[in-house]
């Protein structure tokens, strides 16, 4: 089997931003204008495609990530066949609780479009989404979209863009009027205006730029092409003799710099109105990168642990990153994954380096939404699903057994709030346990845990809307109804001192006994860059918020006895010694001990370190952590001294105050405890006209009448 597109046609791309700046609605155009949905559903209608589960479209928000393929020709190339694109898009939730979901789809998306509203600019999360993007170092191209709404203004969120996220963003159009007025856009490169006709704005029309807009138009294109010019040396000397390159080349080397993440291009319009998306559809073409613009991707070879890579070709062996799971009703479990190299046909088997083990593809599809095409191969560059894997999880790759690879896993956030949940009655009991096993399959920031005093169910996530959707989709997809009990911070504890303990387990009963002896030094665990993370030492191991040092010499313990060892130190740090919370940031040097010829054992030296560690961590000066949360509140002028008022009460420190239009914005940084059901106290405050996002920013630690009630409430 062939495949229909050459790779270099193909683009994998994101739409990503903050919660109510359009992605959606951008996405339905796109849709529309690439010919895969005949009517453009609209979110205030709840008829969207991409947000096909029932919450979605009952909250008007996107929740789950949702892959859609479609075809593209460029608007100034329509009658050359030869120019149609492939795209996989995924359309991505914007609500700070379901940030997951932008993090594991940049990670397997080649490009970006990140969208922005007109009248607010860069909010909350758009900083985050574009760290996330950051890390990635995913290209992106920007769409500051809703220039028809009241107080659109072009300038000002460009601004915020240059101000908040990066200096190397560039206008590539100005919008012809505002408002009600806005009609077309003016592209800087062409210096052409472009208005949108007929019913849909399918309809392009070129045309000459207003009177009034030529000057700006002038200033803005030379910036732009200035811009451009800077990131080539051999053009920059030409352009300075006086030589100014064509478009095509302009484009050429503007393309490089996208891909290069040296220059962002910022793109004008209103998705709602129809106007701007197809030139926006044009630039993913011009400037985002097809999966043979992007490097090699790196991975370790399970059986060497030597670094190797993987190309994007057919030709190479098969690679592919397993980034979601799903439940379908219909088929069961289904696989997301993203294929780096090589191909994969239905009913094929693949290797999973995580467990060792082969699994048989039974079926392959093509994801529209929730709806699917059956195909037979995939190829290199590809999105697809697969049905039939039964020990995949997220993050897993799957690979040609020949040739076994481990690409770099994706890394998430810890849940920061929990709840207590039991199932209503002794027939929901059983399915409960069934259904949230498989919602944590499917979310990786959602966690299931026992409270071992009490025997209780706890669920944790990012938020408290994210653990009400895990709820209702219990209730709607899993029929179990559950009880729910109030909110819970997800406090940690940590040490901040260095302190040394002795451990020792030595039982005698007759016969064979059990001994574990074992010399510990903890303290605080430093934060180190990627370079010097990579430059540890071969006796260190690291992972979330846990280092081990073994420094035994001379076998004082055997080296069976060193993984027991640091099994029981993780055991003894995931209950606290102040609280029971779980402890983070600590380092661990085991360096001494003894063994008993006959008695020592593995489950002896677990227990001996585990005592160990609590030990050393109560004298280490230990202290609990909480999330502190990045709070934006929205308030028109008059009720500013009141919001910020209320959150000083709140343990809040506020950070700084802007104007966004007619209102006022107040940034402050919060302690998520303080911040539960501060929607209701918020309205009332306000006449019901403010508005807030929040997001989390970081553990602090708890100041120390706050520590006492949080200890006396857990005993």
């Known amino acids: 089997m062939e495949r229909d597109y050459p790779l270099e046609k193909v683009r994998n791309f994101g739409i990503i931003a903050h919660i109510d700046a359009g992605k959606t609605t951008t996405t339905e155009r796109v849709l529309f204008y690439t010919g895969v949905s005949h009517k453009i559903g609209e979110v205030h209608d709840g008829e969207t495609t991409t947000d096909w589960m029932e919450q979605e479209r009952e909250r008007g928000i996107t929740i789950t990530s949702a892959a859609v393929t479609c075809f593209w020709t460029p608007t100034y190339d329509l009658n050359n066949k030869a120019r149609k694109h492939r795209f996989n898009i995924i359309d991505t939730p914007g609500h700070i609780d379901f940030t997951v979901e932008v993090k594991r789809s940049l990670r397997v998306l080649d490009g970006a479009v990140v969208v922005f509203d007109g009248v607010a600019g860069v909010e909350p999360q758009s900083e985050t989404n574009w760290r996330y993007a950051d890390e990635a170092k995913v290209p992106r191209v920007c769409f500051i979209n809703k ?49 949108f006709e007929g019913d849909m704005g399918n309809k392009v029309v070129e045309k000459e730029i207003p009177e009034n807009l030529k000057a700006d138009a002038e200033k ?34 503007l393309r490089k710099a996208v891909i290069a993440n040296e220059v962002f291009p910022v793109f004008a319009g209103s998705a709602l109105k129809n106007k701007g998306v197809q030139l926006v559809l044009d630039a993913v073409v011009d400037y985002l990168p097809a999966p043979t613009d992007i490097a090699a991707i790196p991975g370790i070879n399970p059986d060497t642990e030597e670094h190797e890579v993987r190309n994007a070709s057919d030709s190479e062996p098969f690679a592919a990153l397993a980034f ?19 191909t994969l046909t239905a009913g094929s088997y693949v290797y999973n380096p995580r467990t060792r083990n082969k699994e048989r593809i039974g079926r392959i599809l093509r994801m529209h939404a929730n709806d699917r095409e059956e195909v037979k191969q995939v190829f290199a560059g590809e999105i697809a699903a697969a049905v039939g894997l039964k020990d995949t999880i ?15 896993r994706i890394v998430f956030p810890e849940p920061v709030i929990s709840l207590r949940i039991e199932p209503k009655t002794k027939a929901d009991q059983e399915k409960m346990g069934m259904a949230l096993n498989r919602l944590a399959q499917e979310d990786p920031t959602f966690k299931v845990t026992t409270d071992q005093e009490t025997g209780e169910t706890i669920i944790a996530g990012m938020g408290e809307l994210h653990l009400e959707i895990i709820v209702d989709r219990m209730k709607r997809e899993f029929t179990v109804e559950a009880n729910v009990g109030k909110p819970q911070v997800a406090y940690r504890e940590t040490i901040t001192g260095n302190s040394e303990a002795e451990g020792k387990y030595i039982k005698q009963s007759g016969g064979r006994g059990n001994y574990g002896h074992v010399k510990i030094k903890v303290k605080p665990m430093e934060m180190l860059t990627k370079e010097e993370l990579e430059d540890l030492p071969k006796n260190t191991k690291r992972s979330e918020g846990f280092e081990f040092v073994n420094n035994i010499k001379g076998g004082v313990i055997p080296q069976e006895y060193i993984a027991p060892c640091e099994k029981g130190f993780k055991e003894g740090l995931d209950r606290g010694v102040l609280a029971g919370f779980k402890m983070v940031n600590v380092s661990v040097d085991l360096w001494d001990g003894s063994y008993h010829e006959v008695d020592s054992n593995e489950m002896a030296f677990k227990i001996a370190a585990s005592m160990a560690v609590q030990d050393a961590c109560k004298r280490a000066n230990p202290v609990i952590l909480e999330p502190m949360m990045k709070v934006e509140v929205v308030t028109p002028d008059k009720f500013m001294g009141d919001v910020t008022g ?31 059901g501060y929607m209701t106290g918020l309205r009332s405050m306000t006449e019901g006209r ?16 706050v520590a006492e009630t949080i200890i006396a409430a857990r005993k």
């Open 147 to 195: 220039l028809d709404r009241t107080g659109a203004s072009f300038e000002h969120s460009y601004a915020t863009i240059l101000d908040r996220l990066s200096k190397k963003a560039v206008r590539m159009q100005i919008p012809i009027g505002l408002e009600e007025a806005h009609e077309g856009v003016v592209d800087l490169l062409r210096m052409k205006a472009y208005y």
């Open 220 to 253: 803005y294109h030379n910036e732009l092409v200035e811009k451009i010019v800077e990131t080539d040396e051999a053009m920059m000397t030409e352009y300075l003799e006086g030589i100014i390159p064509d478009i095509d080349v302009l484009k050429k080397t």
């Open 324 to 342: 979601k799971v799903a439940t379908d009703p219909f088929v069961g479990q289904i696989i997301f994954f993203r294929v780096y190299s090589g």
């Open 394 to 408: 997220t993050s897993d790759t799957i690979c040609d057994e020949a040739h076994p690879i481990e690409l770099n």
């Open 646 to 676: 209320n959150l000083s009460s709140k343990r809040g420190l506020i950070e700084g105050m802007e104007d966004r239009g007619m209102n006022k914005v107040i940034k402050a940084i919060v302690p998520l405890s303080e911040m539960f």
């Open 690 to 705: 403010a508005g807030f996002t929040m997001e989390f920013f970081r553990y602090d630690i708890v100041p120390n009448n």
